[in-house]
């Protein structure tokens, strides 16, 4: 695959080499570019040394440099450029975060300031959002619902010092009273000040002067502190799985998804088949360690997104995040499956195995525990029908998987079809994915390519000739809706000005070339888990 | 104490939204049921701040910010329409009418003071 797209960019490459030789090396912005696109796009598709020589002519040449000397760093580079795409090597590795991994909102008038703080906590593995005004703030907190939110202190108190505070209002935005809110503050903070934002509701205020490593200290510390103290509160001490607690906690968090996603999530009601005898005839620990089996065959089985919830006895809860009944059906099936296969390997002196009810939420559910008696009623029809079955409560839904209509606009092709490569990979439940590319912000406005009701994933590249990606980008936010569309830019340099710029104009992410595919595949993922 | 009208026919939405406000003590509410009734209001009686809802029998919300802003009255009161979520085209047509911020729904009343703070803080 990698092959391929050094093979494009190597051609492109060297046509707009040769058009740089003709013109003599003459026209320095043309060189810049070229320059640019080699450094950008060379290291991500594996030609490493090329986009280093690159950076490095970009350091040495300068408008006055004499048309020789941008001559021979030209050469090289090509020279470079034809070596490193015979050798084969093999990609970076990384390791992609885990799916399941915090969201921190950091919220801040001055983004400059985040910006460090957002790559360092990105390296240990969290992700973050950022948010620059108040309205983007509850935005983002109501849609993702992040595990600790930041601000600064310019926006949690109204009118500058000794106004009111936002706090509280975060606090009943976020909906879960465990998420930590802190605030930092600016210069010359007096204790009363920060008195009232303890007050308030915040969990800590940090005051200055602080350095990057504190503020990133503060926040990884503590979410590492706060998953073992969510767990205590709401897992099953005998078996691992989740308690009735996690269920009252998750339950808004629940319909809330579903009412913006329009996908249902789905629950599946489950007993073990003669529990009771086994309890009666090996007595209780065996019967403990049953349960322990159940769950922890379970546990790896399901998808990071679906929770297993323990009832009570021999009762558990599966919840299926944005899951049709039909797929809920057939998940169920297969973890039966699957289970049997696992007791067969025990050779046990008894039949373990279990039944299933599953339903699905609609529009016309009110809460979770009607679903769960639909499920239970499924399951007593289930175990009507001979036990170590499932049955789906009601009609079934059957739908074709939604699209994500990805856009790709950058006028480096290697670095689309790269980009599109990467999409067409990407294993997303519940969609289907199809890319289509824009050489430039112009092809792409040229004829309407937006339809209603349709989710859209767009990466866009900052630096293009003509339109620019801001241009592009701001168009984007003010002709459709941004609840549909998530926009990640795609930056050619560390410059903090183009990210805040981009941020501001309602971007929902960036990536900086160069970048390897795993961090853009993680990025894409967690974007489309978290918005569409 | 900033002076807002609330107008929307659905009675419901409206409760919430004057209930959300008149919990931050800082607002005097009126209310209006429909178009009619919230141009009458406005143009007698001086706010700051106009919340109305776009779909409304009589008077649709763009129309009452059009003969607003004909008639001067949106040089000292801000605009804040709320709106069905498919809005792409009608929100180019309400801002040129003279619409100054958004809210679509379902939103939430942090949301929906968040944003009425901001119109009025600036």
Redesign the interface.
């Known amino acids: 695959m990698m092959k391929q797209y050094q093979k494009t960019f190597i051609e492109n490459i060297k046509k707009q080499h040769e058009y740089l030789e003709q013109k003599w090396y003459k026209d320095f912005d043309e060189m810049h570019r070229w320059l640019h696109t080699i450094k950008g796009t060379g290291a991500t598709i594996g030609l490493g040394q090329a986009a280093e020589m690159a950076e490095e002519a970009m350091r040495a040449l300068s408008a006055e440099a004499p048309a020789e000397v941008r001559k021979t760093y030209a050469e090289k580079i090509m020279n470079v450029l034809e070596e490193e795409s015979e050798t084969e090597k093999l990609p970076i590795s990384y390791d992609a975060p885990e799916e399941e991994s915090s969201f921190v909102l950091l919220g801040h008038t001055s983004l400059q300031v985040l910006y460090e703080v957002k790559e360092q906590l990105e390296t240990l593995g969290h992700h973050v959002l950022l948010a620059s005004?108040?309205?983007k703030?509850?935005?983002k907190?109501?849609e993702f619902h992040p595990e600790m939110i930041l601000l600064s202190e310019e926006l949690a108190v109204?009118?500058g010092g000794g106004g009111r505070t936002?706090i509280k209002?975060?606090k009943?935005?976020a909906r879960d009273a465990l998420v930590p809110v802190v605030v930092f503050c600016s210069g010359g903070i007096d204790r009363k000040r920060a008195d009232k934002l303890y007050e308030d509701g915040a969990s800590f205020v940090i005051k200055p002067p602080y350095s990057t490593i504190e503020m990133v200290q503060v926040i990884h510390r503590h979410l590492e502190w706060q998953a073992p103290m969510k767990e205590a509160l709401t897992v099953d001490e005998l078996t691992g799985a989740y308690n009735r607690k996690m269920l009252e906690m998750e339950e808004s968090r629940l319909w809330a998804e579903f009412?913006r996603s329009g996908k249902p999530f789905s629950i599946a009601l489950t007993d073990l088949d003669h529990f009771k005898q086994i309890n009666d005839s090996y007595g209780h620990e065996e019967g403990d360690q049953v349960l322990r089996w159940f769950v922890s065959h379970m546990f790896s089985q399901k998808r990071p997104s679906d929770h297993l919830i323990r009832l009570g006895g021999d009762e558990f809860l599966f919840i299926f995040q944005q899951t049709f009944s039909e797929e809920t059906e057939k998940i169920m099936k297969r973890l039966q499956h699957s289970f049997a296969d696992f007791v067969a390997g025990r050779r046990l002196p008894y039949r373990l195995g279990f039944t299933a009810g599953t339903s699905t939420a609609t529009t016309n559910h009110a809460s979770l525990q009607e679903l769960i008696n639909e499920a239970d009623a499924a399951m007593l029809e289930a175990k009507d029908a001979g036990r170590n079955a499932v049955v789906s409560y009601s009609g079934k839904t059957t739908i074709d998987l939604p699209y994500i209509n990805v856009f790709i606009i950058d006028d480096d092709e290697a670095m689309a079809s790269f980009v599109a490569g990467q999409f067409h990979q990407l294993n997303i439940a519940r969609y289907r994915i199809r890319t289509t590319y824009f050489s430039s912000g112009e092809a792409f406005f040229e004829k309407e390519n937006y339809e209603?009701g349709q989710r859209y994933f767009v990466v866009l590249d900052v630096t293009m000739p003509r339109m620019d990606g801001f241009a592009v980008l701001k168009k984007l936010r003010?002709?459709?809706?941004s609840?549909n569309m998530i926009i990640l830019m795609l930056t050619g340099n560390r410059n903090e000005e183009d990210i805040v710029h981009a941020l501001e104009l309602g971007a929902d992410d960036y990536l900086m070339k160069p970048f390897r595919k795993e961090e853009l595949v993680a990025r894409a993922k967690r974007l489309i888990q978290r918005v569409l | 104490m900033y002076k807002i009208l609330v107008a929307d026919d659905a009675e419901v939405l409206r409760m919430l939204v004057v209930d959300t406000l008149e919990d931050e003590e800082e607002y005097i509410i009126d209310e209006a049921a429909d178009g009619k009734e919230a141009y009458e209001k406005a143009s007698t009686a001086s706010y700051d701040l106009l919340i109305i809802d776009n779909m409304m029998p009589g008077y649709n919300g763009v129309e009452v910010v059009s003969m607003l802003r004909k008639d001067g009255k949106l040089e000292n009161m801000k605009t804040l329409m709320i709106t069905a979520?498919?809005?792409?085209k009608d929100e180019?047509e309400a801002r040129k009418a003279g619409v100054m911020e958004f809210v679509?729904k379902?939103f939430?009343?942090?949301?929906l003071?968040?944003?009425v703070?901001?119109l009025l803080?600036a």
């Open positions: 005004d108040r309205r703030l509850m935005e907190i109501e109204r009118g936002i209002r975060i009943d935005a009412k209603r003010g002709k459709y809706p609840s | 979520k498919s809005r792409d180019e679509s379902p939430s009343p942090a949301l003071i968040t944003i703070e901001e803080d």
